[in-house]
């Protein structure tokens, strides 16, 4: 037996291939949320047994998310993954704080419906148009640009 074998087996029956529509959707959404981690903390059961330590292990677990948090804030502007690593001290805080979970399994909810609305045929072609649209307009501003100026740059190094 594999392991996906024994996860239908715990799970009961297996759920059916294919999309999921109307009334069966809500189900399937209603299922997900259920298996979804209760909220609360996961630090150790020692950790938790101790007001101290809990609170020292939250302290530190709020800062090392900050710190991440704050290093992706940074790298918005800047080369690097920003949204990636906001989203990381985020799933840190996620470790301890139920309002962190909260807006975790928000967030997962709205990339996984824009995911699903992006797949439509209907907006995928409105998307390639819309691309498609801007990429003539920026080579029209570029040619114009070309055409007035030539390929002079607008400093003049040579000074």
């Given at each position: 037996?594999?392991?996906?074998?024994?996860?239908?087996?715990?799970?009961?029956?297996?759920?059916?291939?294919?999309?999921?529509?109307?009334?069966?959707?809500?189900?399937?959404?209603?299922?997900?949320?259920?298996?979804?981690?209760?909220?609360?903390?996961?630090?150790?059961?020692?950790?938790?047994?101790?007001?101290?330590?809990?609170?020292?292990?939250?302290?530190?677990?709020?800062?090392?998310?900050?710190?991440?948090?704050?290093?992706?804030?940074?790298?918005?502007?800047?080369?690097?993954?920003?949204?990636?690593?906001?989203?990381?001290?985020?799933?840190?805080?996620?470790?301890?704080?139920?309002?962190?979970?909260l807006v975790l399994r928000w967030t997962k909810r709205k990339v996984t419906e824009a995911a699903q609305r992006a797949l439509?045929?209907?907006?995928?072609?409105?998307?390639?148009?819309?691309?498609?649209?801007?990429?003539?307009?920026?080579?029209?501003l570029a040619g114009i640009y070309l055409w007035k100026f030539?390929?002079?740059?607008?400093?003049?190094?040579?000074?």
């Open positions: 037996m594999n392991a996906e074998s024994d996860e239908r087996a715990k799970g009961g029956a297996a759920l059916a291939p294919g999309p999921v529509t109307g009334d069966a959707a809500e189900g399937a959404v209603g299922a997900e949320r259920a298996a979804e981690q209760p909220l609360g903390s996961r630090a150790p059961e020692f950790v938790k047994a101790r007001r101290t330590l809990h609170l020292s292990w939250q302290v530190g677990v709020f800062i090392l998310g900050l710190a991440v948090v704050v290093a992706g804030v940074i790298m918005l502007p800047l080369p690097g993954p920003g949204w990636l690593v906001i989203f990381g001290g985020m799933a840190i805080w996620a470790t301890e704080f139920v309002w962190a979970q439509d045929p209907k907006v995928r072609r409105r998307n390639i148009i819309l691309t498609s649209v801007g990429l003539v307009i920026i080579g029209v030539g390929l002079a740059m607008p400093w003049k190094i040579d000074e």
